[in-house]
């Protein structure tokens, strides 16, 4: 990846925030600035977390005989999501899990509508 493409991913999943931010479902962001911050963590943690926890769910994966990768890797997400939350101020998940796993599946949405319309 070159720098210009890291950079329009992360505008875009700070605009996604910005609109899971509005939806009532949870997902509470402070300001515009915060959802740049919020995006920058999730980016860095999903880097760094990611692979760990692909490895720990191989197990449970394996054991299921690979009938729910994409649900492990969903939870995988959400994992992501909830730190980026608790380590970025200002980004607060109001109602616990719950609104990690909505906005999760918000911000997955409303990221790939956004990658529809930007070229890339």
Do not use: E, H
């Amino acid at each position: 990846m070159n720098i210009t493409s890291i950079m329009i991913a992360w505008f875009v999943t700070a605009a996604s925030f910005f609109a899971i931010s509005k939806l009532p479902i949870g997902v509470d962001i402070d300001s515009p600035d915060k959802t740049f911050t919020a995006a920058a963590a999730l980016g860095i943690i999903t880097v760094m977390v990611k692979p760990l926890l692909t490895f720990v769910f191989a197990i449970p994966n394996a054991l299921t005989f690979n009938f729910f990768p994409d649900f492990f890797t969903f939870v995988i997400g959400v994992i992501c999501f909830c730190l980026a939350a608790y380590f970025v101020q200002g980004f607060r998940l109001r109602y616990g899990i719950w609104s990690a796993i909505m906005g999760a599946l918000a911000l997955s949405i409303v990221s790939n509508i956004i990658y529809r319309i930007v070229p890339i």
